[in-house]
């Protein structure tokens, strides 16, 4: 069996894969692009993952590549591809997690939902489609947002004046995307993951919380109405869920982990928002909460080996990022006092120094009452803040 | 807070530190005897383990030393002591793990069920023993043994004679330790961790398979008469084994995990076997079946750090060893034809190559059915035979 795993980048979810891949036995690599990040255990090489040369070498080490974000240039994943290495997800695939415009394209042309949208490029087209939509929408890069980043909401035609201007001086022109700004309830995310050989299987469609356009809390799953919460609702909601993903999957070529961050609106219907192909934030509850967890089942998956139970392994799984904490500090400076208070919180440290607002690690609590879940988890993470 | 754990040894032990390690951002080095060993990842020196400079020099680059096995000597332990080194369980509490003379006076002591013993230095001392316990009975060596090495039945009184002699060479004297051969319905192990501060936690009792000495096959926890399970007996067993490991533990002065074997009796009582002082074969249900496994517990012990629930995720837990297989084979290369049958069943390798009778990996399956769950595990696991 191969089984020499390499990541590209050094974040905390190729940190999050050393664990499995050290149960299951497979050697993970990490091409990180500094010394001493989140990943470091793992790293065997440090470099720009934007150079040809670099990624390459570090390629002519491993069975596969995969990716700890999808930064990586189409030209250097193309060449990768051109030397024979296995790409997972491959650049046809990641092409649609790269490109929010081409995503929505592809989405539309799938026949999935997504929220009313269009490609614009220039001010008097995004005043049109203000027009139409009440006034107020969303503007989005195509490219490099990610975590609230590129991402913002308008009312006036030229409130993405300095966008256009940008995107004109880049010389490769391109199109911003404006969408209609869902009416939501909650949002929810479903993860699928598909191997080579075309397997697919899904995890519970969960609830995420966002506070400044970064998520905060996942609650997995995602209540149903039979679960008397606020903001629930028909339990086919999970089905829809789940078929969309299976349909993005299956349409686009996915192999490995794929995320897709979902709109739950007010009249029942569910939309497409953004895709991740890779461990996304909001399946972080599976270390703890799933028998096998999205960052084992993305090793599975790259590898082609058969992908693992889904099962949750309690009825409830609350997941709460760290961001930020007191600047400097570790996450574990805090860990005497959460952990004698709650003994069954599960505490995941990034091992990066804190800063405001960044992601330094998260807690995850299990078990069979939702209210008490949450309301001890929210508990032990406020001391990180 | 102090944060880095040193591992004395390079085997599975370390190994399975590391995924705990990395989750909660503690970082762990090993010293491995020999490059290339299953903690491969985390090994930061090579060397021998009862050399004082190499384990000294070791020790300087961590906050607190523990080990993968009990085989460090004394005199190293001590020295280290004596230079400020934190070490977890220390010399003192090590003592009667190392030596299961010193073990039985000990529990003896304690007030604390042992079979009938005896230390013994000649074979005539040996024949007494047999004549008053039925003619047959186990003879150890206080040192050196493990996974059924240094234990053997005789039924002469001339049978333990190359001991004898192998103890007269060694120059140091000492005696061999008879024991009644117990007549026991099954064999259990009760886990309990102890931080520096006194903190206890403790696992529920498990019952343990052991074929030619070694252990195969652990469910956790132990079957109690009301599961009608053959073999099986009243819950105060449970409350027995725990009592005993809390006052080993607390009368040793154990710090981190303590694994106490025990045998229970025809007759409805549990004597002490064998004692561990670090996490256990019989404790590796716990990585997918409790809230916090041994290995994360003895992290946070050795650490001072609060300890971690021991409530099992789901009702039942049943871990298969993998022992040898075809010899130089991975483990991984049996994966996927076990992993497409059963993929509820977690795959734990050691990265170590196949040899006849050799631990190279384990499987863990969990769930509500005792019934179905061994039988999915046995099958699974016969895969790797």
């Keep these: 069996m191969k089984s020499t795993v390499g990541v590209i980048g050094g974040g905390q979810l190729a940190r999050m894969m050393i664990p499995p891949a050290v149960a299951l036995g497979v050697t993970i690599k990490v091409l990180e692009e500094a010394p001493g990040m989140s990943a470091e255990l793992a790293a065997t090489a440090v470099g720009d993952y934007r150079d040809l040369d670099t990624v390459l070498a570090f390629a ?18 193309h060449a990768l591809v051109d030397a024979g290495v296995p790409v997972r ?27 009313d949208w269009a490609a614009i490029s220039d001010a008097d087209e995004l005043g049109a489609f203000l027009e139409t939509h009440g006034g107020r929408a969303v503007v989005k890069t195509a490219r490099g947002g990610y975590d609230g980043k590129g991402v913002r909401v308008v009312d006036d035609k030229n409130g993405a004046d300095d966008w256009f201007i940008a995107l004109a001086e880049d ?11 869902v009416d939501f309830v909650r949002e929810l995310a ?29 609650i997995a799953p995602a209540p149903t109405a039979g679960d008397a919460v606020a903001g629930a609702s028909d339990r086919t909601v999970a089905d829809e869920a789940r078929d969309i993903a299976v349909r993005i ?52 998956a790259v590898l082609d080996l058969p992908l693992g139970s889904t099962r949750p392994r309690e009825e409830w799984s609350v997941m709460i990022n760290v961001l930020g904490g007191p600047v400097g500090q570790l996450m574990q400076d805090r860990y005497p006092a959460v952990a004698e208070r709650f003994p069954a919180v599960k505490l995941h440290s990034y091992a990066k120094e804190s800063r405001p607002g960044r992601k330094v ?25």
């Design 190 to 218: 479903q993860q699928v993951a598909r191997r080579p050989s075309g397997e697919i299987v899904a995890y519970p469609v969960v609830e995420t919380v966002q506070k400044g356009g970064v998520c905060a809390e996942v």
């Design 89 to 115: 997800p491959g650049p046809d695939a990641l092409l649609y997690a790269q490109d929010k415009l081409l995503m929505r394209q592809k989405i539309t042309e799938l026949g999935l939902p997504s929220p």
């Design 60 to 77: 002519q080490t491993v069975d596969v590549v995969t990716f700890d974000h999808e930064h990586v240039p189409q030209h250097v994943l």
């Design 361 to 385: 690690g998260h807690v995850t609590l299990t078990g069979a009452s939702l209210d008490g879940v949450l309301t001890d988890a929210r508990a032990a993470a406020a001391y990180f803040d």
């Design 171 to 181: 010389g490769r022109g391109g199109s911003l995307i404006v969408e209609e700004l």
């Design 249 to 300: 999957a299956e349409g686009v070529g996915v192999t490995g982990m794929l995320a897709v961050e979902l709109f739950e609106t007010r009249d029942g219907r569910v939309l497409v928002n953004e895709l991740a192909m890779r461990p996304h934030n909001s399946g972080h509850w599976s270390i703890d909460g799933a028998v096998t967890s999205q960052f084992e089942q993305h090793l599975r």
